[in-house]
């Protein structure tokens, strides 16, 4: 039950980071209407510095994380298996989606 419980807990943060995201380019998106020259180049480059910065600092811990769940895991059959590859690769893809909408 625990890990079920971490890995929904890593999944809605990600999700909420994802959202943030979303929310930080329309706000771009709306900025860049209204202003022009260095100033939006300017925002636009913190911007993106910025959201990569939070996009890191949520993957590493969760990577370690996982590790460490994975030497917890209960060798057990009658106990449902997690499979944390999967569930690590879809995070991990999620994660370089968000960096390269950021880039785009």
């Not at 706000?27 to 959201?51: M, P």
């Not at 059959?77 to 690769?89: D, F």
């Amino acid at each position: 039950m625990l890990p079920k419980l971490i890995q929904h807990a890593l999944t809605l943060q990600m999700e909420i980071v994802s959202m943030v995201a979303e929310e930080i380019q329309q706000q771009a998106e709306s900025y860049v209407r209204t202003h022009g020259g260095e100033d939006y180049e300017r925002f636009l480059n913190d911007l993106i510095a910025n959201l990569e910065k939070s996009v890191d600092f949520v993957a590493a811990p969760f990577e370690q994380i996982v590790e460490q769940i994975n030497t917890l895991r209960p060798t057990s059959s009658s106990t449902p298996q997690i499979n944390w590859n999967r569930a690590l690769n879809t995070l991990s893809a999620r994660i370089q989606e968000l960096k390269n909408n950021l880039q785009a």
